[in-house]
Nanobody, 125 residues
Framework: QVQLVESGGGLVQPGGSLRLSCAAS????????MAWFRQAPGKEREGVAC????????NYADSVKGRFTISRDNAKDTVYLQMNNLNPEDTGDYYC??????????????????WGQGTQVTVSS
């Protein structure tokens, strides 16, 4: 059974940093593209970053380029999202997702097969 469990969210001041983790189980992580999505209150869900399986190519939303970094540790079955220089517009629920068709490349403009339950990030002074 595929399972994704996010952690690492919380309250942080503007300019601060957080690292989100997504622990995966029930599938071979190396074969999947992994992505982080977020949903702010009253807004639609948006893709934040993704990383492909074998090639580990990455893509980022324009709003987070240069501030967020997605990475994966297949040995630990974990995907990370390092978020630096956070601002209030980054507030939202962050979700980890897995795509079995993303071995060499990843895109965020598609439906992902598996989702975690989310972790909340609040950026406020």
């Amino acid at each position: 059974q595929v399972q994704l469990v996010e952690s690492g969210g919380g309250l942080v001041q503007p300019g601060g940093s957080l690292r989100l983790s997504c622990a995966a189980s029930g599938f071979f992580l190396n074969d999947y593209a992994m992505a982080w999505f977020r949903q702010a209150p009253g807004k639609e869900r948006e893709g934040v970053a993704c990383i492909s399986g074998v090639r580990r190519s990455t893509n980022y939303a324009d709003s987070v380029k240069g501030r967020f970094t997605i990475s994966r540790d297949n040995a630990k079955d974990t995907v990370y999202l390092q978020m630096n220089n956070l601002n209030p517009e980054d507030t939202g629920d962050y979700y980890c997702a897995a795509d079995p068709a993303g071995l060499y490349n990843c895109v965020m403009s598609k439906e992902y097969d598996h989702w975690g339950q989310g972790t909340q990030v609040t950026v406020s002074s």
